[in-house]
């Protein structure tokens, strides 16, 4: 269940424009703005580039040139991948199963 939430926290930033501020995705997520900090940090140590800035118009972020390939993907991760975008609201499925090829 933890890498899904990590996964869903992924996908949420990747579809943002702007940062967006850790009470907001806590708020999403249902948990405390210091759990998505954890989150963050485990995506982090598995290479995601994460960015963040503090104060007014602050947020966090992920870098604009990251794109996940669905392409380097196993089947196996392709179907956890498929289960967790399902998890999410219809707008945002659409977005990102359009924007990996699924």
Do not use: Q
Not at 72 to 85: H, Q
């Amino acid at each position: 269940m933890k890498n899904y939430v990590a996964f869903a926290i992924l996908l949420e930033l990747h579809k943002h424009e702007t940062p967006v501020s850790a009470t907001e995705l806590a708020s999403k997520f249902e948990m405390t703005p210091r759990s998505i900090y954890r989150y963050l940090e485990e995506l982090e140590s598995a290479g995601i580039p994460t960015f963040s800035f503090s104060g007014r118009g602050g947020g966090i972020g992920i870098e604009k040139n990251f794109a996940i390939e669905a392409l380097f993907l196993s089947d196996y991760d392709k179907t956890l991948l498929n289960r967790a975008i399902n998890t999410l609201p219809a707008d945002t499925r659409a977005y990102l199963k359009k924007k990996l090829c699924m």
